[in-house]
Structures are given as C-alpha cells and as structure tokens.
C-alpha cells in the first residue's frame, strides 16, 4: 500500500497542507495532528490539496469535521481543492460538497480567500 | 513434626540431666564416704569414681548431642552465639580454682566434683562444637577426617585410662605422638574457610575476637591439660581417668580450627567491601530477575533497580526515566530526589539526549569539568556533583536510563559503573519482557474486542426478516473480522406503514457497535411519531447531532413503502441504492448529507426525499459500501457496475424472490472476492413486491 505523506506549505496568511498516498484509519491520526498543529499555529485559512491523494476512507474524512467549525468561528475556513474523481466520489455521496468549498484549481480556493479578506 | 521432635528432644535432654545430677550426687556421696573411711586413694573407691565417671560422661554426652540437634546451625548468628558459649565454658574450666591435691572435706569434695562435671561438659561440648564447625562447609573428605580424629580421640582417652590404671608411662608418649598425628588431620580439615569470605565486615571482626579468644583459652587449656602437675590435669584425672586427654585433645584442635579461621578472617578483613558488594550485585541481580519474570510490574522494576544501583555504589541520589515516542521523557523513579532536583539535573533533557547515545555506563566524574554538563553544574552542585548515566536498551532502541548521583566529585569508581551496568542490563531484558508480554496482552485484547464488538452487532441486527402484507423483504449480513459499523432495521411509521433503514456508521470495532446500538435505540424510539422516511432521518440527526464524536458520522437510507408499490427514498450520504427494472438498473441517489455532520437546520436543508414506484417484475437493492468496494487478491474492486449487470440478471429470471436476489448477490460478491482479507462489513437487502 502506498504510503500517505503530508506536505505544508504558506502563502500570505493562507496555509497550504498537500496529502500523498493514502488516507485510511491508520493515517488519519498523522493528518488530523498535522492539522492542529496548523491551527494551534493561529493559521485558519487553510487550503487542502488532494492532488496526490489516491484514497480517502470514512475516517480520513471524520479529520476535517474535527476543525471546521473552530476555524470558521475565527473567520477563517479549510477549503478543498485539485481532487481526483475517485477520490471526489467519496466526498460527494457523503455530502461534503455541502459542507466545505470543493475547488477543481487551488488558484480558485486561494483567490476566493483572497476576494474575502 | 519438628515440634513433636524438639519436645521430644528436650524431655531426653531433661531425662539425661537428671541421670546425669544422680551420678553426680552419687559421685560425691561416695567420695564423702571414702574420705570419712580414708580409703579415697584404695583400689575399690578409685574404681567406683571412674566407674560414676563414665556414667556422668555417658550423660553429658547424650545432653551435648542432643543439644546439637535441637540447635542446628541454620545461621551465622547461631554459629557465634554457640562459639561464644563454649569460650565461655573453656574460660571457667581453664581457671585454676583447686589446690590439686586430694580434697579434704566434704565442702572441697562438692567443689571439686562440680568442677570436674563443669570440665567434662566443657571438653565435651568443645568436641561437639569443633565437629559442627568442621562440617560448616564440607568437602568429601570431611567426613573421612573427622572420623579419624573421633576414632583417634576415643583411642587416647581408652589408652590414657588404661595407662592410668597400670601405671604404665610409656603410653603416654603414643597418646602425645597420636595427638600430633591427629593434629595434622585437623589442620587439613579445616582446609575449606571460603565461608569467611562471604562474611560481612561485622561478621569478620565477630569471627576475629572469637577465634582470638579460642586461641588464647585454647592454648592455655592445652598448656594445663598436658601438664601433669596442672589444677586441670588433676581434676579432670580425678574425674575419670584419662579423661584429661580428651580435653587435652579437643583444645589442641580449637586452637588449631582458631588459628587458621583468625588468620583467614584476618587477610580476608581487607576485602570485605568488595565481597560485600559482589554479594549484594548478585543476589540484587538475582532478585531483580525474579522481580522481572513474576511481574509485568514496570514501576517497581524501575523503583527497584535504582534503589539497588544507588545502593550498590553508596550514590547519594538516583533517579531512572523511560523514554518513548508518545510520552517522551517520563522520570519513572527517583530516590533521595525530589522533582525539582530532577528538572534542574535534567534542564532541557540534557542527560536523556546525552544517554540516548551511549551504549554502556559512563561515569561523570566531575560535572563541573564535564563538557556536556558543565553549564549546569553550578545549579546542581549542592547535590550533584559527580554521577553515573547507564542506559537501558531494548533490542536497539534506547528505552531509557538509570542515574546515580553524588553531592561530592570523584565518588564512583569503574566498580561502581560495573554494578550499575549489571543492573542495567538486566532491567534492561525485563523492561524488554514486560514489553513482549504487554504487546501479546494488548493483542489479546483486540481480540477479544473484536469478537465483543461482533456480538453485539449480531444482536443489534434483526433477527429474522419482516412479515409486511405487501412487499417480500430479504436481508443479509456479512460481518467483517472487525466491526464495520453496518446496521439495518425495519419499522412501522406513525400511521402503521413499514419503513426500512439501512446505515453505515463510520469508525471500526468497539467504538462503531457502540453507536450502532445508540441508533438503534434512538430509531425505534422515533419511527413511531415519524410521518416520513425524511422526518425519521432528521429526526435521528437532531437527536445523536452533538452527541457524536466530532469525527464520527452515520451514512443512511430509509424507504418509506406505501400502497401500490410507492416508495419514498431519503439518502444521509449513504451508498446509493440500485432500482432494478426490466429495461435497466439505476443508481437512486437523492441528495443528502450522513448523519451527526451537521446541525438540524443546515441538516433539513441538504436532505431530499426522491419517490418511484416499485412494480412487480421490479427490485430496489439497498446495500453498503462493503458490497461494491469489496476487493479480490489483485486489489481489484467488484464495483457498482459489476453489482448492476448480476442484478440485473436474476431479477429478470423466472421466479426470482427477494431471496435468490440476495443469495445470487452475496455469492457472487464472496467468489469474487475469493476469501480475500474481508475489511468491511456487507450487508444487502432486496425488497421486491409480494406476488
């Protein structure tokens, strides 16, 4: 199995967390402390790119949950971006689309916190 | 036993004392009247003296050897307390309380008599003791010589007595040469003193005063009893004939045991640190091993081990820490520290970073002229000065380490970093057993989860399938080794019309089950106000949303059957359902969001409720995840369009129920999947109209 990585990146006050490889039960842990650690950092806008992301389960999708609404209380928001139909599907039948922004480019996502600010 | 043996014991004991105080009364008696008769000297009275002589040595024997048995030498103690004993039975008998010659009145006669008894129970007792010492420590030809010199003791005495009878002198040369002779049987039988060794420096000068003492009592008992003109010699020779040579003998051999004991335990003082410590390091060696294979008790293995480094080395503090990726440095044990000592000791975890490198102990002689600790050696300094840092290693991970402080510099030395390593090292395996048994325990445990959590989800799931007048319904589950979270039951609605949900809760095992049996509760409570499929879905929301772990979400689908085959279908981010038709298969999807992701009234708005209606020839398959996303041994997944064509098959076939669907289905999905790891549950139901 592939393994699942986590890239981090800034631009202006908007954090940037790439996923690689695959999201399962056993990942999600490393991704949702990868996430608090952004935040803890005061970062809340934060964009996730799913580029490289070949799989996501239930419970990798329970991590966003976890923080959306404490960055949406400080104004800020986690949009998705860049991902793989596959990989789309499994956000869609749940409902996320409804939930969180749900970008085809980053550029979008970054120019829609952009347009906010 | 014993009891009933040790009473036995001292009424023999009592039994012979009594003999032994009639033969002594007897003894005087007829010394009294020899004396009054003047015929102490004549053949007759000496005769009957030895004769009431033998008697009282027959009974003083049997009260020794009876002593010994009762007072076994089951330790140090018990050996000094008898050594004490007996010097102090020499010192009596040594004294010359008598004028040697024959007594003259019936005051001396008493007197002299239990002198000669007090003698006799010293020679003897002198004799017991040194065959009991001998025998402290065996080697196979301890037993060979002891019995030559019992042999050889008896000999002389029998020799002497005959000599004294006859007059004959010439004897008493052999019984001088036999006593050489035996002398240096002694003096190989006392080759064996390593017990000394093994003494503490207490216990040495204990044995040094005491051998000291037997020597000097030794060889003035031995300076009177082979002189012929001594208070002793006579005494004894009034006693009993001969009997002189056995304490002549016996103290030769004390002072012999005496010398080379004094000696031994004199070179040996010097070394009794060490050998104390040897011992101590072995037997803590010892007991921490026991410790480690009796429990799996991490805590008192650390407690334990730096009590005995710190005790090992005479450190004047200690403390241990594990380390591991989760919790990091965590201080496990600490003695004579206290917290604040150690956060001083260990600023910015200097001394696990500095532990975490080293593979064996090292001694920090000085901290104040150490590189790596000299910054800190000011704020420590009233209490640590110098230390040892050993490190505790499971396999190749550092786990650990184990700390030995001193308030002075210069205060260990490599005997004490050995110790430590020795004590390290085998904490060292326990910590890597307690480690392996924990593992296999928590394992165990997960086990065991698993099948609780099966259990219960097999008791949550309906146990049989519904009887509704219109419509065949068939429902079957696949568990996976680890509950999946799948869940399905039937209901009827508030106005009486049948309802089924099937849900998928998110999350594995224990966890899952345990909200799967929350939504069932919370489902059956309000499908019987709920109008609509949608309303009991949003029903459900409101109720378990906030109730939920943030991460934790219910995907489901409910179906509202009405009359004439009229269903109302809501999705809660589900899997979609497959409407299975003559002319073709199609995916229901209404749009939806899964359940607890939302709060109600964001919630009602993402929900939508899709009606079709389900004919005759006609069957809506509601299934989870587990069923498209199964996989075979190539990873492949068996996938909805696969699910779709099978469907679409069986249903058309003549005489198709609700159950071939199933079991054509569920078949279908197993033989693909070719007993293929199984990582989630798989449930199917298949609701047709009834014919």
Known sequence: MAEFTITKSTLDDIAIVSLHGFLDAHTASQFEQTLGEVINQGMHKIIVNFAELEYISSAGLGVFMVFIEGVRAKNGDIKLAEMQPRVFTVFDLLGFPMLFEIYEQQQDAIAKFGSNA | ?691
């Open chain 2, 1 to 691: 036993m014993r009891e009933a043996d040790s009473s036995n014991n001292s009424f023999k004991t009592i039994l012979w004392l009594s003999v032994a105080l009639l033969v002594l009364t007897g003894r005087v008696v007829s010394d009294v009247i020899a004396l009054a008769s003047g015929s102490f000297d004549s053949t007759i009275s000496s005769a009957i003296r030895v004769l009431l002589g033998f008697a009282f040595i027959a009974c003083t024997g049997f009260i020794v050897w009876g002593y010994a048995q009762v007072h076994a030498y089951r330790s140090r103690r018990d050996f000094a307390k008898d050594f004490t004993r007996l010097l102090v039975l020499l010192f009596v008998a040594v004294l010359p309380f008598g004028d040697g010659g024959n007594p003259t009145g019936i005051s001396e006669v008493l007197f002299a008599n239990i002198l000669g008894a007090e003698r006799i129970f010293c020679a003897l007792f002198m004799v017991v003791f040194l065959y009991r010492a001998l025998n402290l420590q065996r080697t196979s030809q301890t037993r060979r010589y002891t019995r030559v010199i019992i042999i050889g003791t008896v000999g002389a005495f029998v020799t002497a007595l005959i000599s004294e009878a006859t007059h004959v002198n010439t004897f008493r040369v052999l019984i001088l040469l036999l006593c050489a002779v035996l002398a240096i049987i002694m003096y190989l039988a006392v080759k064996r003193r390593t017990w000394v060794h093994l003494l503490s420096a207490k216990e040495k000068r204990t044995l040094l005063l005491l051998t000291f003492v037997g020597m000097i009592l030794g060889i003035v008992s031995m300076a009177f009893s082979w002189s012929h003109t001594s208070e002793l010699y006579i005494s004894l020779r009034e006693a009993t004939y001969g009997f002189q040579v056995v304490m002549a003998y016996a103290s030769t051999f004390l002072t012999i045991f005496c010398e080379r004991v004094f000696w031994t335990t004199l070179f040996s003082l010097p070394n009794s640190s060490m050998i104390e410590r040897r011992t101590f390091e072995f037997s803590s060696v010892a007991y921490l091993n026991r410790i480690a294979a009796e429990s799996t008790d991490i805590e008192k293995l650390y407690a334990t081990v730096t009590s005995l480094a710190m005790q090992a080395t005479r450190g004047s503090a200690a403390w241990s820490f594990s380390l591991d990726q989760q919790s990091g440095v965590q201080v496990r044990s600490q003695e004579r520290l206290n917290v604040k000592q150690i956060q001083a000791l260990n600023d910015a975890d200097v001394v696990a970073e500095f532990a975490a490198t080293l593979v064996q102990p090292v001694n920090i002689e000085y901290m104040a002229e150490h590189p790596t600790f000299r910054y800190l050696s000011r704020s420590v300094e009233s209490f640590a000065q110098s230390m040892i840092i050993a490190p505790l290693r499971s396999g190749r991970d550092f786990v650990g380490a184990i700390i030995v402080t001193h308030a002075q510099p210069f205060s260990f030395e490599t005997d004490d970093v050995q110790a430590v390593s020795a004590f390290a090292s085998s904490a060292s395996v326990a910590i890597e057993n307690a480690r392996l048994v924990e593992d296999s325990l928590e394992k165990e445990r997960y086990h065991k989860e698993l099948l609780v959590g099966r259990e219960i989800q097999r008791k949550l799931l309906p146990q049989t399938n519904p009887q509704f007048d219109k419509y065949e319904i068939f429902a079957s589950s696949a568990p996976a080794l680890e509950v999946g979270g799948d869940y399905y039951d039937f209901y009827h609605l508030a106005d009486g019309s049948p309802c089924v949900l099937i849900a998928d809760v998110s999350g594995k095992g224990i966890s899952a089950a345990f909200y799967m049996a929350k939504l069932k509760g919370v489902a059956i409570a309000l499908a019987r106000h709920a109008t609509t499929a949608q309303q009991l879905v949003e029903d459900i929301n409101a109720t378990l949303f906030g109730t939920m772990e943030r991460q934790m979400y219910i995907t489901m689908m409910a179906v509202h059957l009405g009359s004439n085959g009229h269903m109302s279908i809501v999705r809660a981010g589900h899997t979609p359902a497959l409407l299975v038709r003559p002319g073709g298969t199609s995916v229901i999807k209404p749009r939806g969001l899964g359940v607890g992701l939302a709060k109600p009234e964001f919630f009602r708005t993402c929900i939508q409720t899709e009606q079709y209606t389900l004919r005759t020839d006609e069957a809506l398959l509601l299934f989870t995840d587990g069923i498209n996303e199964a996989r075979n041994h190539q990873e492949e997944e068996f996938g909805l369009e696969r699910l779709e064509s099978i469907v679409q098959d069986v249903t058309t076939q003549r005489g198709a129920s609700a159950e071939s669907i199933s079991q054509k289905v569920m078949h279908d999905v197993l033989a693909f999947s070719n007993h293929a790891m199984q990582h989630d549950d798989m449930t199917l139901i298949v609701i047709r109209r009834a014919p």
